[in-house]
């Protein structure tokens, strides 16, 4: 089992940042990719950026390409997604994941470990 951690959520203007962190634990060497989702309401669970645990392998989603930067502290076990640049749009409860199965990694089906989310609210 591994259980995750998220925070760093809140309230923001447009043109702001916020910096979330998942604290991963339990058996944690499941957890060599990490990945952020984010899910608005009405709406299904979004891809948002996945690191690999070691070499620094990254990926984002579209819409949040060269503003978000997902980075990982190994001795801490604690992955951290930095969303500069914020949107109305990008508002969301966002999730942390690992413990990929395989396939395609933006898909949410495709990891087994998810922490209970924290709420980002972009006001405009």
């Known amino acids: 089992q591994v259980q995750l951690v998220e925070s760093g959520g809140g309230v923001v203007q447009a043109g702001g940042s916020l910096r979330l962190s998942c604290a991963a634990s339990g058996r944690t060497f499941n957890s060599y990719i990490m990945a952020w989702f984010r899910q608005a309401p009405g709406k299904e669970r979004e891809f948002v950026a996945v690191?690999?645990?070691?070499?620094?392998?990254?990926s984002y989603g579209e819409s949040v390409k060269g503003r978000f930067t997902i980075s990982r502290d190994n001795a801490k076990n604690t992955v951290t997604l930095q969303m500069n640049s914020l949107k109305p749009e990008d508002t969301a409860v966002y999730y942390c994941a690992t413990g990929y199965k395989g396939g395609s990694y933006d898909y949410p089906r495709m990891y087994d470990y998810w922490g209970q989310g924290t709420q980002v609210t972009v006001s405009s």
């Open positions: 690191t690999a645990w070691s070499g620094g392998s990254t």
